[in-house]
């Protein structure tokens, strides 16, 4: 059951923004701010961000505006991101190996715990606080340490397989960049699709504006 039923994704998807944000206020010791300020700040109107985070129960109060530190607080706690969810992420090639080695997992929710290729050359390279393992050990390895969300940094044709060993191995999402349309598969399994290409053809359409 969805910890906040009847909340639209959409407001989910912007809850990030908001986190964002807030974080760089708190690290410039700012600590409190009117819904005004927060909006133009964001570049959203007031009403819109009280409607978003009145889906939640609303943080503000009048005439006194937004507590950072209290509102950074509750929306880290609807996104859950105190909950460190263990991840592995296979394909540990130029991609794969640029998320495990930039992303903050930590701050975000996630405690990465496995790297795996299936290239024999990689298997025992050092990454970060890891090394990486041959992908034959994936599933006596999620029968040991369980995670629950696995990294697609692998090509597009490797993924419909693999996916399925792996919730069939108990995952139970998918941060997936292998350009294979996941969301389409299951059920009760949670897929963020990332596709780079799509901010890149955004922008060719923004720029042609511009230019032509
Ligand atoms: P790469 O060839 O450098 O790395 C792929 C790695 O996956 C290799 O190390 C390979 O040994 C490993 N691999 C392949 N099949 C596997 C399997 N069944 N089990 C375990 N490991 C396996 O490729 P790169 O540049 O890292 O890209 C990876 C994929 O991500 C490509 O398919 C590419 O199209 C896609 N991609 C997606 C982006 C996005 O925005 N979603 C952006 C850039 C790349």
Redesign the pocket.
Known sequence: VARYEGVSPSVIRRLPRYYRFLEDLQKKDVHRISSRELSQLMNLTASQIRQDLNCFGGFGQQGYGYNVDALLGEIGNILGLHKGYKVIL???????LAIAKHMSFETKGFNLIGI????KE?IGMPVRHLVISD?NRLENFCKTFSPQVAIL????E?APE?ADRLVNYGIKGFWN???YDLAMDYQDIAVEN????DSLMTLCYEISEILE
């Not at 296979?90 to 794969?96: F, H, P, R, S, T």
Request: include cysteine; charged fraction near 15%.
């Open positions: 296979i394909g540990a090639g130029n991609l794969g795996f290729d299936k290239q990689l992908v940094c692998i090509p597009r490797e693999l960049f292998s350009h990332v596709h780079l290409g």
